[in-house]
């Protein structure tokens, strides 16, 4: 993981050095080089390794992968007119809407003509780049939706985050020359991976400790965001005929006893729902990845990966 | 011509039939389905057809092409707050401003999928969209810039609009197996008559009759927008003495005497000039058709097209 982290970082700093320094360019360099997890990226390299391939050899593609990952931060910031991202101001708070929308659309053609060197990739690429974009509607869509079900939110987040993940590793499969069927069951592995990844992230906006994430606590309860804990602690509620969350929901958000919310979700069996969602993905996860058809010691850096995402505290 | 219009339209109410009629698809079939003259599909076909192809198996990226145009008017209906797009409420006036920017994304993956057959229209595709960006960002930064230079203008109407024509031409070039030379002949008849299609706008923007071209006579003027006209005519202007252009540009826009405008842009022989190197173009546009080594009659739809261009009262 730390060799990849390195090849990646590298192969973004000579990126940014060698965009020219102004009009599209900067936005794009800005946001490429504020520090991050580089989990996609690293997906692709992983995913070239598993099949016997050189990291180096998939490397546009790693960079192809973050870029568009980076393309989708800077226009959802912008629908969400959120203010920082990683900590810094967004792109759009930093220039202007317009740099963003502009900018981020450059970024997704930069994107393309890395992701462009084979045409399985290619294929992949686009029709996950629509799911991508698919979910981030269906996000925006909820929003302003009375009644979401744990099953239409699930179906977002595949489509939001998980199949980025999917595509990321499956395309290191195809750069290393896996088979059909092995890619597919690598992809699998990535896409449950990310799904609990996701529902881990929700768990850990309201249950983390804020030392450690460096978020406030409970942001998500506080905005009212239909995630997997507010979703399927309303249905619970509901049920049990508990008034809480109702009555936290009511108030403007700067009012709300974000513990209170909190130690219901905790008391109707929430929080033990989705921790049991996250294995269940995890289990999902590891099936796919035993069904693979290559030695075991190849695939050791994707388990580590995946625990070191689910048991992660920030 | 005709025939031509009509593959398009076929094939573009075809995609627009076939799309899902909620989430990302309905601004895409909406803004797809208004009305519009479909030059640049047109042109790929011709492209094709100039090298001996069949129209028919360059539809594919005739559609690739008016869908990555249409996601470009999309965003930079946004970028430019406009309210009406051929007449028709713009997309994130009848939707919203996210739902313009992400159904815009999705739409440029669209494109990008049928784009995507030949490895050499992809290169080139990508390029060419690079070079669009690139056109808007300028145009964008001039708004806000005292001086623009003649030359600096003209380089942002290549990039903007010229580019994607002569992207359009040598994709069909490239479907109908067309040499690398013939390619980038045709190319360069395609920019020469995009450079003179802007200028002949900007022209009629000006002296247009109002009750051909649809639109309100001088609202470029009316607006300050620095085309060729205002900034040849603030440099003639400064040569002359002329303080009229001066004058006017410090009143509010909707205090402006867009006749008087008009008037000293003629006088200063601004309107002449623009004329001028309309010609220049359409003379080098022609010189690179007649260069390109294929029997003559094939080259007629295109001498007609150009003429129909730039001879246009709308």
């Known amino acids: 993981m730390t060799d990849h982290r390195q090849l990646i970082e590298a192969r973004i700093a000579e990126w940014c050095a ?4 102004d009009g599209l360019f900067p936005p794009m360099a800005y946001l490429m080089r504020l520090p991050a997890k580089r989990v996609r990226p690293a997906l692709v390299l992983m995913g070239c390794e598993l099949f016997g391939g050189k990291a180096a050899d998939a490397l546009d593609e790693a960079l192809g992968i973050e870029l568009f990952h ?30 963003g929308i502009l900018s981020g659309d450059a970024m997704l053609v930069k994107a393309y003509q890395l992701m462009a060197k084979r045409s399985e990739v290619l294929d992949l690429f686009s029709r996950y ?12 869509e909820f929003e302003t939706r009375l009644n979401v079900s744990v099953a239409e939110y699930l179906e977002m987040i595949r489509l939001k985050t998980a199949v980025l993940l999917s595509c990321a590793l499956q395309t290191g499969a195809i750069v290393a020359g896996a088979s059909v069927g092995d ?10 991976l990310g799904l609990a990844f996701q529902l881990r992230d929700d768990l850990l906006d309201a249950f983390g400790d804020p030392a450690v994430t460096g978020k406030q606590q409970g942001g ?13 602690g309303a249905e619970c509620a509901a049920q049990k005929r508990s008034t809480v969350l109702d009555e936290e929901l009511t108030k403007p958000s700067a009012q709300r006893d974000v513990s209170r919310m909190r130690d219901v979700i905790e008391q109707l069996g929430v929080r033990s729902e989705a921790e049991a969602e996250v294995l269940k993905n995890d289990r999902a996860a590891q099936e796919a990845l035993a069904a693979i058809n290559v030695p075991e010691y190849l695939k050791a850096p994707l388990r580590a990966l995946a625990a070191m995402l689910l048991d992660r505290a920030n």
């Open 70 to 99: 980076n393309f989708t931060l800077m226009h959802d910031d912008i629908m969400d007119a959120a203010p920082l991202r990683r900590g810094q101001p967004t792109v759009h708070a930093k220039w202007n809407v317009n740099a």
């Open 129 to 140: 780049a629509l799911g991508v974009c698919e979910g981030q509607q269906r996000d925006m």
């Open 183 to 192: 890619r597919q069951l690598v992809g699998e592995f990535g896409e449950h």
């Open 18 to 21: 060698a965009l020219p320094n």
């Open 220 to 232: 998500d309860l506080r905005a009212g965001k239909k995630t997997f804990l507010l979703i399927r």
